[in-house]
């Protein structure tokens, strides 16, 4: 564990609960797109599965538990508890053509032919474009919550700082996962055009509007 | 064949 994995992991965890708080304080899930989070959903299940059957730690048991619990909760707010208010109209991504070239480049890159490790680079691969959907939906709404930019902003945060942690694990620890490294710069770079806005307007006390 | 400590991050 290092100082970049650690906060990336809190900021991750930071952006989790801003968007439960927000549902929950706010009884409403507007502006929030549902197929971004059914993705989420999606990438922690196929990439805990080993939860039951590799032990790293404590905290990293906990934060599987977490991360799990927490997106199945957050799909149920938005398709049942506050199924009211989820703007379907806007969130109209078709996460099929996200799906199914993920899955198969899972199939044919990989660091190894077995089902746990083909369903771990199916997920590390989802995750890279699952905010697609999310980023879709802002910019047809035109707008979001500056509660939504703080959620994308700790959300993108999270996996920039995990390329600082690939950084640091390759110098110190020789460590170095082409796969997920790759992804995570995807993924990073996905949130660019936000995190411009983000720091330009949103910490001016402006209102986000895409695109810009 | 998975890099060394396989997927011990989240």
């Keep these: ?212 | 064949q998975p890099p060394k400590d396989a997927h011990d991050e989240l």
């Design chain 1, 1 to 212: 564990m290092n100082i970049f994995r650690l906060v990336g992991d809190m900021s991750h965890l930071l952006a989790i609960i801003i968007l439960l708080m927000k549902m929950w304080k706010s009884r409403s899930v507007a502006g929030i797109s549902g197929k971004s989070q059914i993705l989420f959903a999606i990438v922690f299940t196929t990439r805990y599965l080993d939860l039951f059957t590799s032990f790293v730690s404590i905290y990293n048991t906990s934060m599987k538990v977490f991360f799990i619990g927490t997106s199945y909760v957050t799909v149920y707010f938005i398709y049942q508890h506050f199924k009211p208010t989820y703007d379907s109209n806007h969130d109209t991504f078709r996460v099929e053509f996200l799906i199914v070239p993920v899955g198969g480049l899972a199939f044919l890159v990989n660091h190894e032919f077995s089902l746990l490790e083909i369903l771990w680079t199916f997920s590390i691969y989802l995750e890279s474009v699952a905010i697609l959907p999310q980023l879709f939906m802002v910019s047809k709404t035109g707008e979001a919550e500056s509660i939504t930019s703080h959620y994308l902003f700790a959300l993108g945060s999270y996996r920039a700082l995990y390329l600082l942690n690939w950084i640091y694990r390759y110098y110190f620890e020789g460590f170095f996962d082409l796969i997920a490294v790759v992804a995570g710069c995807v993924q990073t770079i996905l949130y660019c055009d936000f995190f411009y806005l983000y720091i330009t307007k949103v910490l001016k006390g402006k209102k986000i509007s895409l695109p810009a």
